[in-house]
């Protein structure tokens, strides 16, 4: 009489099948990476496109959009040395500014615009309480550092752009950035008619990665979304903060060296356009729409579109 004989895999069988189903995983991994990244990328180009309405919507209520920081210097000054009282130069940013305009209406009302605002943690200000909570509408998903329990921002008004700026800080070792010719600075009053490069040719805000970060500067000399723009000739205390500059190509500086959550970047942050996106990162334009620009655009139609006025012709984004 025949026995029944149950059949079974073998040991080679079984690890065939494994190693087809370890080679299938490694095939699809990259495609469920880059499926990833794109809905990311995607989520960070609307929260940067609501930026930009939230601005025009400004400008329809106020005839301009909002400075890039209120200060007690006139918007011709490059440097704040008012009476060398550094906790009562600044006032509310251009991020704060704009808040009603982002449904934030409960958030505004907080703020006291009497007081001023602190640009660095450790700056002690009657806002200071007020400013350094998380605001995730300022955070891109794409970027590590910007968890939503951290209070930085993926999102810099655009000052200006050129390869020399109209002053820096240079003490200190710092190389802190300040541009007037774009349409953010310390108390400027742009209007879309001072545009005269045109709406569709200059950029209104751009993406960064290298907003200084609480990990970074456990001691308190780091920023929030929410930060007052300080400019100030001693490098220790001129903070263009929540503004940057088209005068370093994008992502061009070192991550390793740069890292917002390792080191603090405040000349970088001013100078340096960039993103986690693979190859470039997102721009609002003046005229409200966005687009991706490629880190490998040619360095001088990049650094016009920083500029509202120069006349100078463009040779596309780089997309």
Excluded at 214 to 233: F, K, T
Aim: hydrophobic fraction near 35%; include cysteine; charged fraction near 15%.
């Amino acid at each position: 009489m025949n026995a029944y004989r149950k059949r079974a895999f073998t040991l080679v069988e079984l690890l065939v099948v494994i190693a087809i189903i370890g080679i299938l995983i490694a095939l699809l991994l990259p495609a469920v990476q880059s499926a990833r990244e794109a809905a990311r990328r995607m989520q960070c180009s609307n929260k940067l496109k609501q930026l930009g309405l939230a601005l025009h919507n400004y400008h329809t209520a106020h005839g301009v959009f909002p400075p890039g920081g209120i200060t007690k210097a006139p918007r011709t000054t490059c440097y704040l040395l008012i009476d060398g009282n550094r906790s009562t130069d600044t006032g509310a940013p251009w991020t704060v500014l704009i808040l009603p305009y982002l449904e934030g209406n409960a958030q505004y009302d907080q703020y006291d615009f009497d007081q001023p605002f602190s640009a660095l943690y450790w700056i002690s200000t009657p806002n200071r309480k007020m400013q350094f909570h998380p605001n995730t509408q300022f955070h891109c998903p794409s970027d590590p550092n910007s968890s939503s329990d951290v209070c930085v921002s993926n999102y810099f008004a655009c000052q200006g752009g050129g390869a020399t700026p109209l002053c820096h800080a240079t003490t200190g070792g710092s190389n802190r950035a300040f541009f007037h010719n774009g349409i953010f600075h310390n108390n400027s009053e742009v209007k879309i008619a001072h545009v005269r490069d045109g709406t569709s040719n200059v950029f209104l805000v751009g993406e960064t990665k290298y907003c200084p970060h609480p990990d970074g500067e456990p001691e308190g000399a780091y920023a929030s979304w929410d930060s007052g723009l300080r400019i100030h000739e001693d490098a220790a205390y001129a903070f263009p903060l929540g503004l940057c500059a088209t005068m370093n190509a994008i992502n061009s500086a070192n991550w390793e060296a740069y890292n917002p959550a390792a080191h603090f970047s405040g000349d970088v942050a001013a100078s340096t356009f960039g993103s986690h996106h693979p190859g470039g990162c997102h721009f609002a334009l003046a005229d409200g729409s966005v687009h991706f620009v490629a880190e490998t655009i040619d360095i001088n139609a990049y650094r016009s579109m920083g500029v509202r006025n120069d006349g100078l012709p463009l040779g596309g984004f780089g997309e």
